[in-house]
């Protein structure tokens, strides 16, 4: 476990709401675990008025960048951002160096996060050998070492026999395949979404169908062996609808959206803002008003941060020539909230089960809960509380976000895994 942090034996954390139940509650948490009576006098009360307890939050999608880039992110100082972020698990995409795609990373990638001791790392592994997209990788030993699910994400597979193959091998093995839907034969060389702003500011654009191309491809392959899939990142309305469709036709689809695609569009990238640059690219009111939808009626199971740090002079370039991707870990659950949840258009307690039982059940792990028995794995959040986000305070090696100076409620003051803090505010 981390030093940064003492560790208590017993805690009292005394009339908090619980954010699943709106209950005011306390909670006791003795030997690591939730507790109904503490067997003696706390080691430390923790005032909660004011302040809504959550389960342990978990990012089923995450780049964390160890091995090979630590320039720009390492598990340790990745694992510490998703702590304040309100994380006790995040899952580790396999496009780093060497790839994620043997026995080796993915328990190098668990050991590596336990000796830190701020947050689990959940280590997906990769469907082929070198992110090729050629051969499939060692499923079986990697699922065997720990690794959660199988994605090529970064790239899409672009061979639906590969894709085929994958799913009913890891199936196997118990586990899903996670599908980064981009057809290259048309995104290829797009910087933005194609449409307006991409014809205004004299970009190439990457079509929405680029998008719901694979996703119909791979909900259709799912459908065809009858066994799981998870879609990536869902941007596009049309994207939305396929999934809904293929749910309503009893295919084993589950997905996945980021708080950038419910909060901002295409828009964002105007004046050649590298830092709204990101794969799937923004796309229009209308798709992210189809995103919130898909949220509310459960089309989109799960809320997830693609975290995906860079370093500052890979975003500092010219705009075709930048990276995609955006970090955030710190800031997800305050978009969730102050977008959707202080908006009205998603309960806070389906906010919370998009972002704790759905990726616990995608990865077949224990739901967690603020509950007698289980583990101690909760953060503490201030709803009432506005704050102006400043990626210059972020313990991410990265700064490269656009939500830095937007003002959001629901940071999380105190963040604990185990029994253990592993974010405080002070
Ligand atoms: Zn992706
Ligand atoms: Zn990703």
Redesign the pocket.
């Given at each position: 476990m981390n030093n940064e942090y003492p560790f208590y034996n017993r805690v009292l954390i005394k009339e908090v709401i619980n954010g699943l139940t709106g209950e005011l509650t306390d909670l006791a948490v003795e030997d690591g675990v939730f507790v109904a009576e503490l067997t003696g006098e706390p080691d430390r009360v923790i005032e909660g008025a004011g302040l809504t307890a959550l389960p342990g939050l978990i990012d089923a999608?995450a780049?964390l960048r160890d091995p090979g880039f630590e320039y720009r992110e390492d598990i340790v100082s990745g694992t510490r951002a998703a702590a304040r972020g309100g994380f006790t698990a995040v899952a580790a995409?396999p496009n780093t160096i060497p790839v994620a795609d043997s026995a080796p990373v993915i328990r190098y990638m668990i050991e590596k996060a336990g000796q830190a001791g701020y947050c689990r790392v959940l280590p997906i592994g990769a469907v082929t050998k070198g992110q090729k997209g050629e051969e499939i990788a060692e499923i079986g030993f990697m699922a065997e070492a720990g690794a959660v699910a199988f994605s090529d994400?970064?790239k899409p597979v672009s061979a639906a026999g590969i894709v085929r193959t994958a799913i009913e091998y890891a199936s196997y093995f118990d586990r899903v395949v996670i599908s980064?839907c981009e057809d290259l034969s048309l995104a290829a060389g797009g910087v933005i979404n194609e449409g307006i702003v991409s014809t205004e500011m004299g970009l190439r654009g990457i079509p929405s169908i680029a998008e719901d191309i694979q996703i119909d491809r791979d909900t259709r392959i799912a459908e065809y062996s009858g066994l799981p899939v998870h879609i990536?990142?869902v941007s596009t309305a049309n994207g939305v609808e396929i999934i809904r469709q293929a749910k309503a036709r009893g295919v084993k689809v589950t997905a996945e959206t980021c708080p950038h695609y419910f909060t901002l569009t295409e828009e964002a990238v105007r004046g050649f803002h590298t830092m709204a640059k990101v794969n799937p690219p923004l796309r229009e009111e209308s798709d992210r008003l189809a995103v919130i939808e898909g949220l509310r009626d459960g089309t989109l199971d799960m809320i997830v941060t693609?975290h995906?740090p860079h370093h500052e002079d890979e975003k500092d370039c010219e705009f075709s020539l930048a990276n995609n991707?955006m970090i955030g870990l710190e800031t997800c659950f305050p978009l969730v909230y102050t977008v959707l949840v202080k908006t009205g258009l998603l309960s806070l307690r389906d906010a919370i089960l998009k972002m704790t039982e759905a990726p616990a059940r995608l990865f077949r792990l224990p739901v967690p809960a603020l509950a007698a028995g289980e583990p101690a794995d909760l953060t503490l959040v201030d709803l009432g509380r506005e704050i102006v986000y400043d990626v210059s305070e972020s313990l991410s090696k990265a700064r490269n976000t656009p939500f830095s100076g937007m003002a959001l409620y629901g940071f999380p003051v105190l963040t604990m895994m185990a029994g253990h803090t592993t974010w405080e505010q002070v």
């Open positions: 999608h780049h995409m994400d970064g980064h990536a990142h693609d995906a991707g």
